[in-house]
C-alpha cells in the first residue's frame, strides 16, 4: 500500500491536484478519518492553503491546526525543526469545549530546505495512532516534498511560458499596425489576464508633474479609474517617475496609495514602461480586496513582460513614424513629378498655341479654336496645381494653410455631391490670407456647396479662390467664387456665388 501511495502521490503535475491526493493517500494509510494539509505562506507567519479529507466545511473553517501550541506564537507556523510526532491531545478537528480524541499525527513537508507545509492526521477509529503509522507518514511526507518541489517547477515552467506567449502576442500585436491608443489597450488587456488582476491600467505622464490613468482593461465598467490622477508629491509617484516597481500588499490601506480608486483593490503591482531611457508611462496590475498576493515569481514575469512591451511600443511607434514618412516621401515624389514633367509640358504647349493663336488672328474661326485650346490647357495646369497642393497635405491631420481647408471641405463634399468640384486658385493665398478671413470664407464655401448640393441638376462645380483682388472700397482682399452649372429658380442660368474679405 506504501509503495503504491508514493507512486499515486507524483502521478500528477498539477499542484492543486498532487496536494489533495497527499492528505487522502495520508488518512488511507494510517487509517485515520480526517486529514489536512496546511500551506505556510513563505513571507507571512500564516496558512495560505488549505487541503483537508473527511471534513465538512462547517469543520474546515473552525479548524485549529496547532491545538498544543501556547497562545501568541506564530512563529511556530513555520520553525523548520519540526519533526513527525504523535500527540495524545486534541486532534485538529476537535472542537475547543469537546471532548479530546485519542491521538493526532503532524508531520511537516519539506522541499529541499524549505518547510513548504504541515500534514495532519485525527480520528482514527481502531485506537491510538502507532509507530508505523508515524513511519508511514515520514515516508509520505518525504515523498510528498518531491512530488511538490516537481509540481512547482511544472507549474512555473507552465507559467513563465504564458507570460512568454503573452509577450510575444503583444509584440506580435503592436507590431502589425495599430494606434497609441490601442497600442496601450493591448498591454493592458494581456497583462491583467496574464496576472490574474482584477484589472490591468497604464498611467502616462502629465504636465502638472502628476501621473494619470489613460487606458483601463477591466471586467467592469472602468469609467470611475480612466481619468484619476496621481497627485505630485506622492511616495509612489516618485518611485514610478524614476522608473522603480512598486508592490503593495493592500492598496486600500498602504499610505502610499493617495487616489479615490485604491479602496476597489488590494495587492497591486506598479511596473514602469521603460526603454531606452524613455519612460513611456506604468503599468498598474492590481487585484481585489482579499485576493492572493502576488509572488516573487509574479512579480519577476510582469516586470520582464513590462519590459518587453515597452520596447515593442517603442518599435511600434518608430514603425508607424517611418511608414508616415515614407508616405511624405511618396507623395513629395509625385508632386515634384507632377510640376517638373506634366506641368512644364503643358504650359510649353499652352505658350505654342499662344503665339499660333497670334498669327491666326486674321481668321476668326481659327483664332476661337484655340482660345479654347488655350483654356482648357490653363484650366488643366490649374487642376494639377491643385492635385500637388493636396499630396502635400499630411492624410490624418488636420491641414495647416488655407488652400489645404479648401481641399478638404471640397473633398468632403465630393461624398455627397457624387463629383469632386473643380478647385483653383490664383495668387499666394496661403500668404496671404489669415485666420479671420480664411475663417468667413469657409463658412461661405460650406454655405455655397451644401446649396448646390440642394438644387437639381448640378453635375460641376468650380470654386476658384484669388488674392489679392482690390476691393470696391480700395482696400486689398479674398475673392472666392462658387459656380454650378444647375438651373437657377428665376432666370434658369447656371447659378454664381462671389464672396469678398479684406485681407
Request: hydrophobic share 40%.
Amino acid at each position: 500500500m506504501l509503495l503504491e501511495a508514493v507512486l499515486n502521490v507524483g502521478s500528477d503535475l498539477e499542484l492543486g491536484s498532487t496536494l489533495q491526493q497527499i492528505v487522502d493517500t495520508a488518512a488511507a494509510l494510517t487509517g485515520a478519518r480526517h486529514g489536512a494539509l496546511g500551506v505556510l505562506d513563505p513571507d507571512r507567519d500564516r496558512i495560505e492553503g488549505l487541503y483537508t479529507a473527511g471534513m465538512t466545511e462547517a469543520e474546515r473553517r473552525h479548524l485549529d491546526l496547532f491545538p498544543d501550541e501556547p497562545a501568541g506564537r506564530p512563529a511556530t507556523l513555520t520553525r523548520p525543526g519540526r519533526p513527525p510526532r504523535r500527540s495524545p491531545g486534541r486532534s485538529p478537528d476537535s472542537p475547543s469545549d469537546g471532548p479530546p480524541v485519542r491521538s493526532f499525527l503532524r508531520a511537516p513537508i519539506r522541499v529541499q530546505t524549505e518547510v513548504f507545509g504541515h500534514l495532519y492526521l485525527a480520528g482514527k477509529p481502531s485506537g491510538p495512532f502507532t509507530d508505523t503509522d508515524l513511519a508511514l507518514l515520514r515516508v509520505l511526507a518525504a515523498q510528498a516534498g518531491i512530488a511538490i518541489g516537481n509540481a512547482r517547477l511544472y507549474e512555473t515552467a507552465r507559467q513563465r511560458e504564458r507570460w512568454i506567449a503573452g509577450a510575444a502576442a503583444v509584440t506580435t500585436a503592436l507590431l502589425t499596425g495599430t494606434d497609441a491608443a490601442d497600442a496601450l489597450m493591448t498591454v493592458a488587456e494581456r497583462a491583467r489576464a496574464l496576472a490574474g488582476a482584477s484589472a490591468g491600467v497604464i498611467l502616462q505622464p502629465i504636465e502638472e508633474g502628476g501621473m494619470e490613468i489613460v487606458t483601463a482593461s477591466t471586467q467592469d465598467d472602468p469609467a470611475g479609474i480612466v481619468g484619476t490622477v496621481i497627485e505630485p508629491g506622492s511616495a509612489v509617484l516618485v518611485q514610478l517617475l524614476g522608473g522603480e516597481p512598486v508592490f503593495i500588499d493592500d492598496s486600500a490601506t498602504d499610505p502610499r496609495m493617495t487616489t479615490a480608486v485604491r479602496s476597489r483593490f488590494g495587492p497591486s503591482m506598479m511596473l514602469p514602461l521603460q526603454s531606452g531611457g524613455r519612460l513611456i508611462g506604468t503599468l498598474a496590475l492590481p487585484r481585489r480586496r482579499g485576493e492572493r498576493p502576488y509572488t516573487d515569481l509574479d512579480r519577476l514575469l510582469a516586470t520582464q513582460f513590462a519590459s518587453q512591451a515597452a520596447l515593442a511600443l517603442v518599435l511600434a511607434d518608430a514603425q508607424a513614424d517611418r511608414e508616415q514618412l515614407a508616405v511624405y516621401e511618396d507623395r513629395d515624389r509625385i508632386a515634384r513629378d507632377l510640376h517638373d514633367l506634366v506641368v512644364q509640358r503643358l504650359f510649353a504647349t499652352e505658350m505654342m498655341l499662344e503665339s499660333t493663336r497670334r498669327r491666326a488672328a486674321s481668321e476668326a474661326e481659327a483664332g476661337e479654336l484655340l482660345g479654347r485650346a488655350v483654356d482648357e490647357l490653363d484650366s488643366t495646369i490649374q487642376e494639377v496645381r491643385t492635385a500637388i497642393f493636396a499630396l502635400q497635405q499630411p492624410p490624418a491631420e488636420a491641414p495647416s494653410t488655407f488652400r489645404g481647408r479648401v481641399l478638404r471641405e471640397t473633398g468632403g463634399a465630393a461624398a455627397l455631391l457624387g463629383f469632386p468640384p473643380s478647385v483653383h486658385f490664383t495668387g499666394a493665398v496661403d500668404a496671404l490670407v489669415g485666420a479671420e478671413p480664411g475663417k468667413e470664407l469657409l463658412a461661405a464655401l460650406r454655405g455655397a456647396l451644401a446649396a448646390a448640393h440642394r438644387r437639381p441638376g448640378v453635375s460641376a462645380i468650380e470654386v476658384e479662390v484669388e488674392a489679392p483682388v482690390r476691393l470696391p472700397d480700395g482696400r486689398s482682399g479674398v475673392r472666392l467664387v462658387v459656380a454650378d452649372d444647375g438651373r437657377g429658380d428665376d432666370d434658369g442660368r447656371p447659378t454664381t456665388v462671389t464672396w469678398q474679405a479684406p485681407i
